[in-house]
């Protein structure tokens, strides 16, 4: 067996994670000649084979799902190192990908992000919002914003925020229908919501609490198409305050009686948790968050 070269692994590990050359390549900043080129040097060097070749993609031996174990701790203690070695400067480089919500990201951290971004020029910072598709246990993402906490697995998780969602209408809408004056009127009026069999994660099923057993007249996956929906004036939608407030052609039906609680979760493991580059974009977000509290918690309507 020959010496292999170390930094094959990351290669290895980013085709274990992923499947496809493809995509860790684009993980990695390359092409996939040159993981497929890296894969099959490591494979040579160890005599054996550490990936089974199908139409599918790349499927580890069992071989190669042991080797995945030391490869991970060599990860960690190259990052642990790097965390050491990169104390008390600003240079980070590397991709950062988070998995977050579409609501979240879209109307929060959206425009917000490229001061993050222009501050740490090295670092990459990919925003996945179809967190439906992601992973965290396959490691499609290194940090995940969400609904829940996780229940299992060697994840570090903190809340990030609480926040709150209200009923809303158009002024136009609400003018051309019958007037709302408790929870029971709501019966009489359209609603737009998410495709309930489309819901992935209990967070979102919005009309349970509100109104069980109303179907939404227009439903969506997307939380844009639903705000747009709303701002035409189709009907009413559930929003978070921090989306609605934005758009005052949006008033809220009942604020101070119904409304929904939920809370926003930051998700990583615990064995990237402390890297430089998972730190500043971790530290950035709860920043971000925190100087926005009152409005996450939707207190200009309840105070």
Same mark, same amino acid.
């Given at each position: ?19 496809? $050359? #493809? ?10 000649? #040159?993981?497929?080129?890296?894969? &099959? ?18 499927? $580890? ?31 980070? #480089? ?57 229940? #299992? ?43 309930? &069999? ?15 057993? $109303? ?23 559930? $929003? ?64």
């Amino acid at each position: 067996m020959r010496q292999f070269t170390w930094d094959d692994l990351q290669y290895f590990l980013a085709v274990a994670r992923t499947g496809q $050359l #493809t995509t860790a390549a684009r993980r990695l900043r390359t092409n996939h000649v #040159t993981v497929s080129r890296r894969i &099959d040097r490591l494979e040579e060097s160890l005599s054996a084979r550490l990936f089974e070749r199908n139409p599918r993609g790349y499927v $580890l031996t069992a071989l190669g799902e042991k080797l995945v174990e030391s490869a991970e701790i060599m990860e960690r203690e190259a990052d642990r190192f790097q965390n050491e070695a990169s104390e008390g400067t600003v240079s980070l #480089t590397g991709v950062v990908r988070l998995s977050i919500l579409e609501g979240f990201a879209n109307f929060f951290l959206a425009d917000r992000m490229p001061r993050m971004a222009q501050s740490y020029p090295g670092l990459s910072i990919e925003m996945v919002t179809i967190q439906q598709i992601v992973s965290l246990s396959r490691r499609d993402a290194d940090l995940s914003i969400t609904l829940h906490a996780t229940r #299992t697995g060697p994840y570090f998780q903190e809340k990030l925020t609480p926040y709150r969602l209200f009923i809303y209408g158009s002024r136009d809408y609400l003018a051309r229908h019958s007037p709302i004056g408790e929870q029971s009127d709501l019966s009489n009026h359209r609603f737009i919501g998410y495709i309930e &069999d489309m819901i992935f994660t209990p967070g979102l099923d919005y009309m349970r609490e509100i109104l069980p057993g $109303l179907h939404p007249a227009y439903q969506s996956s997307s939380i844009f198409a639903q705000l747009s929906a709303t701002r035409s004036g189709f009907g009413l939608c559930i $929003l978070p305050y921090f989306i609605a407030c934005k758009y005052p052609e949006l008033v809220p039906v009942l604020p101070k009686d119904l409304h929904l609680n939920r809370d926003y979760w930051m998700i990583c493991h615990e064995d990237i948790v402390s890297t430089p580059r998972i730190r500043a974009l971790s530290d950035f977000i709860k920043s971000e968050v925190e100087m926005q509290s009152s409005v996450f918690a939707g207190e200009p309507l309840l105070g």
